[in-house]
Structures are given as C-alpha cells and as structure tokens.
C-alpha cells in the first residue's frame, strides 16, 4: 500500500519534478536535456498562431480607420517568424521559465546603444526603449498546477497590472512531460 502512495505521489509531482528540471537545464545551457523536455515544432507553431490571430485582430480593428493597415499586417507577418524563432530556442525556454515574457517588439531583439538617435516603429527613442528595458522588473508571480490529466501549466506574472502568460506542458508517457504551448494570454 505504502509503494502504491509513493508511485501515486511521483506520478502527480512529475510535471514539478520536470518544470525544475527543464528551468535548470535550460539556465545552465544545456541544450540536449532542453530538447529532451522541449517540443520545439509545437512551441514555435504556438506562438505564430497566436501572432497571427493578434495580428488578424489589429488589422481588423484598424481597417477602417487606416488604409495602410494591410500593409502593416504584411510587414507584421514578416516579421512573427524571426520573433518566434528567436523565442523558441534553449535560451528562450530559459527566459520564459524564468518569468520573461516573450517579447513581441523588435526592438527587444536588436537594441541599439543608448548614444543611437533613431526610434522604433511607434515613434519612441532608442534610449527610452533601452532605459525601460534596463529598469528593474518587479519580481513575477508564479502558479502552476493541472488543466486536465496531461496537461500542466504554470502562469506567470510580473505585477499586478502586467500581462500574464503561461507555459503548457502536456504529458509524455507516465511521469515525462514535453513544454509544447505558451499561451501569450495567460
């Protein structure tokens, strides 16, 4: 009866037993355990659709106000797969388990030096874009616990006011879990 409880005990902890190991793996940068933990395809289709739905809904919102707003949606479809891509890497599970969304301005990818006098896309100097993304972050608020039988998922929050986004990890077998989904909505 005693093993019975213990195998029961195990079996439930695995995705924590996973989550904390997938965390130091990827911190430490070792890209063959993230992998083993990791199911890139899935990840990365899971974050464009959700670009792209956020996209969809942007265009559609600004379509009557704004001719150019098509354009915009072709230069922005562009731009999710290099976004996605460099989110969906070793490093990127690191930051995302870590409590860093994942980031969706391009400036966040290719900062420029503080002395730069060029602005982002909305019109925001460089240097502003930089101080704001040197200033300290709140620490996140985090909670994980079952959506169903095989399916984990641990929500992250920076402050009250903030975004909040989740991982989803879906069973692998018996007590092995795969991160296979963030959902951007939280």
């Known amino acids: 009866?005693?093993?019975?409880?213990?195998?029961?005990?195990f079996i439930y902890a695995s995705p924590y037993i996973v989550l904390n190991r997938v965390k130091r793996a990827a911190?430490?940068?070792?890209?063959?355990t993230v992998n083993q933990y990791v199911d890139f395809p899935a990840l990365r289709s899971s974050l464009k659709d959700q670009i792209a739905a956020l996209l969809t809904r942007c265009v559609d919102i600004q379509k009557s106000g704004n001719p150019l707003a098509i354009i915009g949606a072709i230069i922005g479809a562009a731009v999710v797969g290099p976004l996605v891509d460099s989110d969906a890497t070793p490093d990127g599970v690191a930051a995302i388990l870590n409590g860093i969304p994942p980031r969706a301005n391009p400036?966040?990818?290719?900062?420029?030096?503080?002395?730069?006098p060029s602005a982002n896309s909305l019109g925001v100097p460089a240097s502003t874009v930089?101080?704001?993304?040197?200033?300290?972050?709140?620490?996140?608020m985090t909670s994980a616990g079952?959506?169903?039988?095989?399916?984990?998922?641990?929500?992250?929050?920076?402050?009250a006011g903030d975004a909040r986004y989740s991982a989803?990890?879906?069973?692998?077998?018996?007590?092995?879990?795969?991160?296979?989904?963030?959902?951007?909505?939280?």
């Open 27 to 32: 911190d430490a940068r070792d890209t063959q």
């Open 168 to 186: 989803i990890f879906q069973r692998d077998g018996l007590v092995s879990w795969k991160l296979v989904a963030i959902d951007l909505n939280g």
């Open 146 to 159: 079952y959506r169903g039988l095989n399916t984990f998922v641990v929500t992250y929050q920076h402050g």
């Open 107 to 116: 400036v966040e990818h290719s900062p420029q030096p503080d002395n730069a």
């Open 1 to 9: 009866m005693l093993i019975l409880v213990a195998a029961l005990g």
């Open 130 to 140: 930089m101080a704001v993304q040197k200033a300290p972050r709140q620490p996140s």
